[in-house]
T-cell receptor, first 113, second 111 residues
C-alpha cells in the first residue's frame, strides 16, 4: 500500500545514454512533481505537473522531460546523460491545493559514469 | 527568488534534551510551510504542515511555529530520543505549487 513509489531504486549508466525513471502514486492526487537532490543533499524542484499545466524550473536543462500517461503516473525522461546528472531524484504528489502537503517517494539514485 | 536557510547545519545533543531547529525564508508570500524528516539513504517523511494563516502546529513531541511576516519558522522537539536522529528539512510553498527547500539540519541524539 505504498503511497508514492519509484522505479528503479538505483540506476547506473554511461554518459550519453537516455534513461527513464518511473513514478506512481495511489493517493488520488492530481499534481505530481520531480525534485533533484544533489551530492550536497540540497533538494530542488524540477517540475510541477497536473492535468492542466506543466511548470518547469528554469534551471532544468531541456534534456529532462516529464511524461504523464495518466494522473497516477509521472515519469522522468533524461536524454544524453551527463556526469552532473548524478543525484537522487524524488517524485512527489499532492492535491492541486495550496493547503495540501506533498508526499514523497523513496527516491532513485542515478549514477552516471 | 525565494531562499530558505536552516540553522544550525548540524546539531548533536544528549538524549532527553529539548531542542529548536530554525528555518528562515526571504519571501514572505508563501502558501504554507512544511517540515520533513529524511533518514540516510531514504525518502522524505512529512512531519508537520503549517498553513500561511496559522501560527503553529503540533504532533506528539513536535511543535512547529510560523511567523510569516518575519520569514521564520522553528521546529521544537521535546525530550529528544536517539530515534530522532535524522536530517530535518524545512520547505515553503510558492507559486506553481513548488516547494523551496532549506539545506537541512543534521541532528544526532546521543544515548
Amino acid at each position: 500500500d505504498t503511497a508514492v513509489s519509484q522505479t528503479p531504486k538505483y540506476l547506473v549508466t554511461q554518459m550519453g545514454n537516455d534513461k527513464s525513471i518511473k513514478c506512481e502514486q495511489n493517493l488520488g492526487h492530481d499534481t505530481m512533481y520531480w525534485y533533484k537532490q544533489d551530492s550536497k543533499k540540497f533538494l530542488k524542484i524540477m517540475f510541477s505537473y497536473n492535468n492542466k499545466e506543466l511548470i518547469i524550473n528554469e534551471t532544468v536543462p531541456n534534456r529532462f522531460s516529464p511524461k504523464s500517461p495518466d494522473k497516477a503516473h509521472l515519469n522522468l525522461h533524461i536524454n544524453s546523460l551527463e556526469l552532473g546528472d548524478s543525484a537522487v531524484y524524488f517524485c512527489a504528489s499532492s492535491h492541486f491545493s495550496r493547503e495540501d502537503e506533498q508526499f514523497f517517494g523513496p527516491g532513485t539514485r542515478l549514477t552516471v559514469l | 527568488k525565494q531562499e530558505v536557510t536552516q540553522i544550525p547545519a548540524a546539531l548533536s545533543v544528549p538524549e532527553g534534551e529539548n531542542l529548536v531547529l530554525n528555518c528562515s525564508f526571504t519571501d514572505s508570500a508563501i502558501y504554507n510551510l512544511q517540515w520533513f524528516r529524511q533518514d540516510p539513504g531514504k525518502g522524505l517523511t512529512s512531519l508537520l504542515l503549517i498553513q500561511s494563516s496559522q501560527r503553529e502546529q503540533t504532533s506528539g513531541r513536535l511543535n512547529a511555529s510560523l511567523d510569516k511576516s518575519s520569514g521564520r519558522s522553528t521546529l521544537y522537539i521535546a525530550a529528544s530520543q536517539p530515534g530522532d536522529s535524522a536530517t530535518y528539512l524545512c520547505a515553503v510553498l510558492n507559486a506553481g505549487n513548488m516547494l523551496t527547500f532549506g539545506g537541512g539540519t543534521r541532528l544526532m541524539v546521543k544515548p
